[in-house]
């Protein structure tokens, strides 16, 4: 379709336009030349025809193509309406979403020995399951799906706790838990497999006549921090006609090799996918991207695009791919779209906000302090999408005598005359006279312990939950419910990159102290 704004002087020719646009042909415009007037209503009554339109269309409105002609004289101007192009919008109603809450978390692991990935505690009060659970409610899409299977009890009770009721509305919507269970016949004895057997698991559930109107389904990781207009990532792949869409940002040398990297043609189409390669695989899925919008600076330090783990697709595609094309393919990101790269229409969404996967205790350490800083890429308060979480009831904060610095301090907390620095501190920690918290994640406590609980187990020789007096503590992650002696030093000293202590209740990985959850450190322990 032709469409154009032109301004038009006396005398004004024109070349006759076609289906493929302006070409040699009769001069004028519609295959017309005008000597005239626009007020000659002549005019109009010969344009209008070419345009088959039958009156002069006055005011424009959103989403509506038109030419307009205009002469020398400023009060001379006419408004053709021309053949139009609606959009199709996404509907949120149509479309659903699955959370993968159900992987075993090895590389999250010690804070994974008795919670599943997305219950971790993140940013003082929050869990991680509130990133995707949060993105969905902003952007309108209320049927959520949560497939749960390792340490799942503490995710369905902050699940329970948070989103059933609590004044979050999801209208006609829901959020349902697909836990992992075993069925009638051999097949039905396994566990899932890997993020598509688990879905594949449930295709009945999509097949469902509530479920009928689902168009496009969302697959979401349970372990990323980011904020997403979900509708938009939707909508690029309904405009594209994709088949399976996914959501991919420019990533640096250091982590490349831990995601699928993806080769994207001139129109965004996916031509190659590769996951998580190595050596000279991984130097051949480089790409320059400066066409994705990134500086020439930014893109030298950037210079793969990764899959973020967050796709759409069609529902009937989907069940496709999983019932008939492949059946016995388990994980999405190393077996499904590879596979449906050389088949299908795979598009991809460049995300340009901030995103990190925090799948590993390192990324998990660096995006918590990250939130620290005076001006944070990513801040988990915005008034028009706010992160939602259990409302706990908690008391405010009660600080004496402490310096502060560069920290956040979350609901119900007790801190007295200690020293608190780029650290994170849980709701309900209790923090004694003279402790000092440097670059340290304190994930807090599940309960409180009243002041005589605190006297009898300290007359008794005991360590009550929270951390005793005159202890120093340096880049170390403090798991729930932890009980600190007084005197204790954790600095990693020696550099420790990698030891497995459990028995005096810590890991160290990647030169990171994790004290377990609800473990002991007697007083006056040096790690």
Known sequence: MDSLCVTLKPNTHLRKPTQGGLCDGANGFLGERFRESFSNRVWENRVSKALRTEKSVNKARPGVVRSVLTSKDLEEAMTLKVPTYHRRRVDPKNVASIILGGGAGTQL???????????????????????????????????????????????????????????????????????????????????FQGTADAVRQFVWVFEDAKNSNVENILILSGDHLYRMDYTDFVQSHVDSNADITLSCAAVGDSRASDYGLVKIDSRGRIIQFAEKPRGANLRAMQADTTLLGLSPQDALKSPYVASMGVYVFKTDILLELLKTRYPTSNDFGSEIIPAAVKERNVQAYIFRDYWEDIGRIKSFYDANLALTEEFPKFQFYDPKTPFFTSPRFLPPTKIEKCRVVDAIISHGCFLQECLVQRSIVGERSRLNYGVELKDTIMMGADSYQTEPEIAALLARGKVPIGIGRNTKIRKCIIDKNAKIGKDVMIMNKDGVQEADRPEEGFYIREGIVIVVEKATIEDGKVI
């Open 109 to 191: 692991f010690p804070l994974t020995s008795r919670a599943a990935t997305p219950a971790v505690p993140v940013g003082g009060c929050y869990r991680l399951i509130d990133i995707p659970m949060s993105n969905c409610i902003n952007s309108n899409i209320n049927k959520i799906f949560v497939l749960t299977q390792f340490n799942s009890t503490s995710l369905n009770r902050h699940l329970a706790r948070t989103y059933f009721g609590n004044g979050i509305n999801f209208g006609d919507g829901f959020v349902e838990v697909l836990a992992a269970t075993q069925t009638p016949g051999e097949a039905g004895m396994n566990w």
